[in-house]
């Protein structure tokens, strides 16, 4: 039952009062703070549709005061997150800042972005998250979860805000992602055969065979690529800076030199060639610090460029659904191809850069041959020609 408005009385000097507002139709309270420097009187201000709902603001905006936070009125959600966006990632690399622009755009602003801060609760985080868990795959549901959270800690930081309310929530467990896969031996012939003359033939190529990051890839400058046998040395591909923070590649055993098959040095041979030739016919002075795999204006790639011309190839190569596949598979495929044909699971993790052979097999564990299996079916072919009288002869017991 709604309760009905009262007369306003007179607070003593100091206290709280509450008061009936006539045209915004609500309980207002107000907290006597003394004056201003420029002599006005201060009183921070809530209100509510009943007197327990003021009552109750006035409380946490007295906790407010006494930790030193005073939270704008109307400081929102969607303020918050952009102000972590604008001062929160300072030397961050752009890409992280703009997939977390991505997912504060997408899936944070237009749900929660127009609500108050100060009255978000965690009943309504926990809803929201239970709604982004049904198109959200659990991972990206968890960076979406980090976004709130860390704007509200930097809300904080800056007295904005009294409590971080994402801290009190459970983050569900999302869609499942989408697995990886690897091509099969006559796919991978065919996309090694598509838009041959053209660089992402040879990005495909070196990615395929070679088994480099997309992150590798992309930064990849000539001067790493070494297509001579010198003494001893095959011709090789030093992976040695990635896309990531300062250059750095994924772990410490990622830094590594990789031999490169006979396909993959004729391809990239022909390459630099098409790409010296386009920098003398630019007008531009040639040098082994240029990228090998340049925009038109001799920039970086973004993923998303590589993305669309990669696909682009897979069409040619008779791919149903090009866009169910990415640059990363190219690397699946690489330990697929190489398990397939009885690589060791150690060696494979050392060319892939992994710290040991657990990470290669957890990561690719649909794209290895389970080294388990090996034992048995070695026992099947050195005694396959007894398979059946095992079977006959089997007893029940000892």
């Not at 100091?14 to 009936?20: E, K």
């Not at 805000?161 to 009190?168: E, K, Q, S």
């Not at 070196?206 to 040395?233: D, N």
């Amino acid at each position: 039952m709604t309760e009905a408005p009262e007369r306003r009385t007179r607070a003593g000097h100091g206290d709280d009062s509450i008061y009936w507002d006539k045209s915004k139709n609500r309980y207002i309270g107000a907290v006597s703070l003394g004056y201003t420097p420029a002599g006005k009187r201060n009183r921070p201000k809530v209100s509510g549709k009943t007197k327990a709902e003021v009552r109750q603001k006035l409380r946490e905006l007295k906790k407010e005061l006494a930790a030193g936070v005073k939270t704008p009125a109307n400081y929102t959600v969607a303020q918050a997150v952009s102000d972590w966006l604008a001062q929160g990632l300072k030397g961050r690399e752009a890409t992280s800042v703009d997939t977390y622009r991505s997912l504060a755009d997408n899936h944070i602003i237009p749900q929660l972005g127009k609500g108050k801060l100060r009255d978000l609760e965690a009943d309504d985080l926990d809803a929201w998250l239970e709604a982004e868990a049904e198109v959200l795959a659990t991972q990206s549901l968890k960076m979406v979860h980090s976004v709130l959270r860390r704007s509200i800690s930097h809300a904080q930081r800056r007295g904005r805000a009294v409590r971080n309310v994402a801290d009190l929530v459970e983050v569900p467990e999302g869609r499942s992602g989408r697995p990886s896969k690897s091509l099969s031996l006559k796919q991978a012939a065919a996309v090694l055969r598509a838009k041959e003359g053209t660089w992402i033939h040879a990005y495909v190529v070196l990615s395929l065979l070679v088994g480099v990051r997309p992150e590798e890839a992309r930064p990849l400058t000539w001067s790493h690529v070494h297509l001579s046998r010198s003494g001893k040395e095959k011709p090789h591909v030093d992976v040695w800076r990635s896309v990531r923070r300062h250059g750095e590649t994924k772990t410490r055993k990622s830094r590594r030199s990789l031999a490169m098959p006979q396909q993959t040095v004729v391809v990239m041979r022909a390459h630099k060639r098409r790409e010296q030739a386009a920098c003398v016919a630019a007008g531009r002075e040639w040098t082994d610090e240029r990228l090998v795999f340049p925009t038109e204006t001799g920039e970086l790639r973004s993923a998303l460029n590589v993305r669309r011309n990669f696909r682009t190839l897979l069409k040619e190569a008779g791919f149903a659904n090009p866009k169910e596949w990415t640059p990363r598979e190219l690397r699946t495929s690489f330990v697929s191809v190489l398990s397939d044909h009885g690589i060791p699971i150690e060696v494979i993790s050392r060319l892939v850069g992994h710290n040991g052979s657990g990470t290669t097999e957890r990561v690719y564990r649909k794209q290895l041959r389970p080294v388990i299996s090996e034992g048995a079916e070695a026992m099947d072919d050195i005694f396959g020609d007894n398979e059946e009288a095992v079977e006959d002869d089997c007893p029940d017991g000892p």
